[in-house]
């Protein structure tokens, strides 16, 4: 598996159709991504992922949910990126756990419809405490 920085975030996707308000071909994507118990040890967490793709290709958004611990009072993040024959690249940002984080993603749609790939995070690992709540 790829690491491309820091901490590992595997995903995975399944597939609904829709259609933009321009005509252009889309496929929305709901799954849930999964970070690597290997690489951290200390609090390994799972979320929700949405994504809206071009079907021919382009720029796309989404939003990622982050579930770590319930030190949040906001767990909604933003991706971008770009679809290019199947292949995914992009980046996503948002706070977690009271700190803003962001990273590069990889993925692939593949034959059967479902997307994979590896996500990180750009500082790596972190120490981090909020108070009350939790330190790592």
């Known amino acids: 598996m790829k690491h491309l920085a820091g901490i590992f975030l595997g995903f995975c996707i399944f597939s609904t159709a829709a259609q933009a308000d321009d005509h252009k071909s ?3 994507y709901h799954g849930a991504y999964f970070e690597d ?3 951290n040890p200390e609090d390994p ?4 992922i949405s994504l809206v793709l071009p079907s021919d290709g382009g720029a796309f958004s989404g939003k990622m949910s982050f579930s770590f611990v319930g030190c949040q009072t906001r767990n909604i993040g933003h991706i971008e990126g770009t679809k290019t ?4 690249t992009g980046h996503w940002s948002g706070t977690v756990d009271q700190t803003e ?8 749609v593949q034959s059967d419809g ?3 790939g590896d996500y990180t995070v750009d500082g790596g690992k ?5 108070e009350g709540c939790i330190q790592y």
């Open 26 to 28: 889309l496929d929305v």
């Open 37 to 39: 118990p290997a690489s």
């Open 45 to 48: 967490t799972f979320g929700s």
């Open 85 to 88: 024959e199947g292949k995914l």
């Open 101 to 108: 984080q962001s990273g590069a993603f990889d993925g692939e």
């Open 114 to 116: 479902v997307i994979a």
């Open 126 to 130: 972190q120490f981090n405490r909020v």
